[in-house]
């Protein structure tokens, strides 16, 4: 896997398991990163409003690991702060305020 991938912008330390995982199967890390790809591709959303929907399912499914990465992400395709935030509050209705108060902690760390 390039350092260059959306897996791995480089100013984003990888986390020690998901590095040493992926080095241990390169193939299966190649295909990650492939399906990122594919994905990306397949429509018109840009950049920035794809990893905000990514951020947005980060924090839906209370995982601390994907919504920092997806909040690198965002800010390196653009994204203020704001946007990110408000990304965040507008999922209050769905996931409850307990569950945005935890991402928005997570977005600050």
Do not use: N
């Amino acid at each position: 896997m390039s350092s260059k991938t959306i897996l791995h912008p480089p100013e984003a330390p990888l986390p020690k398991t998901f590095t040493r995982i992926m080095g241990r199967y390169p193939d299966y890390a190649a295909a990650v990163e492939q399906l990122g790809k594919v994905v990306r591709d397949a429509g018109p959303i840009d950049e920035k409003t794809a990893q905000l929907i990514q951020l947005a399912a980060a924090a839906s499914i209370r995982s601390e690991g994907a919504l920092h990465s997806h909040v690198r992400r965002a800010r390196q395709a653009g994204a203020t702060t704001e946007e990110i935030q408000h990304t965040l509050i507008l999922l209050t209705s769905t996931i409850g305020l307990p569950a945005v108060m935890a991402a928005l902690s997570w977005m600050e760390e």
